[in-house]
């Protein structure tokens, strides 16, 4: 599949928010960090947002050539950092600071985050609504899992629902045997990639760290 794809700048925060804020509207977990369809409307974006913020400034955005696609990645190093993360704190803050699931959401994840192993994080992929089911996520990922081969580094994710849990594993991710379960909510899904080496027609994945 030909997709043009390039890195996105901050001329692009509008348009890559407006596309995460059609994507993940009716996503579970968005569904349940904001159960009133009306509010998420309102506060959705701004709270996608601060993600966006973070890749743009602390890593790297990929997007198709057209706009119909984004990749939200960031370079974690094997080293914990000393100081707590405050992005989900953040996240409330700016988005819905009466809402404590705008921050919750975040610590959850940040709880079964593998330490020990520099990797690259997947933080959100989009692909427009009107588009989703012809390959573009795939396509928009390549690259980079690509690179993580070549230079020997793993790949992590949290898929959202069990569909795309699936489909991350058709590009070598593994689930990490370790749900997050949102209280009263959906279940997430970290998985793992391990780097696969020229020629070996495969991963031998070991578990995450």
């Known amino acids: 599949m030909g997709v043009r794809i390039r890195q996105a700048a901050e001329r692009d925060r509008e348009a890559v928010v407006r596309l995460l ?28 947002g601060v993600f966006l913020d973070i890749a743009l400034t602390e890593g790297r955005v990929d997007m198709t050539e057209d706009g119909t696609a984004a990749a939200l990645w960031l370079q974690v190093p094997a080293e ?12 409330r803050e700016i988005a819905d600071p009466d809402n404590e699931r705008a921050e919750l959401v ?19 992929i989009a692909v427009s609504p009107e588009r989703q089911g012809e390959g573009l996520g795939t396509a928009l990922l ?6 993580c081969d070549r230079e020997g580094v793993p790949a ?20 990490t045997d370790r749900t997050v379960q949102l209280p ?8 793992w990639r391990e780097p696969i080496a020229p020629g070996s027609g495969g991963a031998a994945r070991t578990p995450a760290p």
């Open 142 to 147: 390549a690259p980079a899992l690509e690179r």
């Open 184 to 191: 009263d909510g959906p279940l997430m899904w970290p998985m």
């Open 106 to 124: 975040g610590r959850l994840t940040g709880a079964v985050h593998p330490q020990g192993r520099a990797h690259e994080y997947l933080l959100l």
């Open 80 to 91: 914990a950092p000393e100081e707590e993360d405050d992005t989900p704190a953040r996240m």
């Open 21 to 48: 804020d059609e994507a993940f509207m009716h996503d579970p977990v968005s569904s349940w960090v904001f159960p009133d369809e009306a509010h998420r409307r309102r506060v959705h974006g701004v709270f996608l």
């Open 156 to 175: 992590y994710l949290e898929a959202s629902s069990a569909r795309s849990c699936r489909l991350y594993e058709r590009l070598g991710f593994a689930f």
